[in-house]
């Protein structure tokens, strides 16, 4: 049993702890922060990845090559199931999408999946289409109209 939990006891509030007060109180002398080295000091934050001094992991593994992480497209993507939700002969872009609730605003461009059926005609607009979404979407007696980056309709290849 520590001091802490005896003096507590039946206490509402709770009895602040007070380091450097003696041997008796079980956190005297150095007061909770051991001996030597940097957490014994004061003011010692310690950075994140810090690891006592060994020569950390981001220092240790490798950093070669090329990675293309910083500089890719992101699309949002939606199932053609999805889109029944809109009318006949609608237009579906990622605005209309947008705001029917059906996909959050994370990237600017839009990619059309191609997971469920699709029954209703619709002219669909977006940068990329997977092959079995646009064949559903064309089934449907709709229209996949492709957009480059700058939004501006491609021409059918």
Same mark, same amino acid.
């Given at each position: ?16 702890? $007070? ?7 079980? !956190? ?17 934050? $310690? ?22 992480? $910083? ?11 999805? !889109? ?9 872009? !990622?605005? /209309? ?28 607009? /977006? ?19 492709? !957009? ?10």
């Amino acid at each position: 049993m520590d001091l802490k939990s005896v003096c507590n006891k039946g206490l509402k509030k709770e009895v602040r702890k $007070r380091v450097g007060r003696g041997p008796g109180s079980g !956190l005297g002398k150095t007061s909770g922060r051991g001996h030597k080295g940097w957490g014994q000091r004061s003011g010692a934050p $310690r950075r994140a990845g810090y690891e006592g001094g060994q020569m950390p992991i981001y220092r240790r593994v490798p950093k070669r090559g090329f990675t293309n992480a $910083r500089f890719r497209t992101e699309y949002t993507e939606i199932n053609v199931d999805k !889109l029944s939700s809109f009318d006949e002969g609608a237009t579906v872009d !990622l605005g /209309a999408i947008l705001a029917k609730g059906l996909a959050s605003m994370q990237t600017p461009f839009l990619k059309i999946l191609g997971n469920g059926k699709l029954e209703k005609k619709l002219t669909v607009r /977006a940068q990329k289409f997977t092959a079995s979404a646009r064949q559903k979407i064309e089934a449907a007696g709709g229209t996949a109209v492709e !957009l480059d980056l700058a939004h501006r309709e491609v021409a059918p290849s």
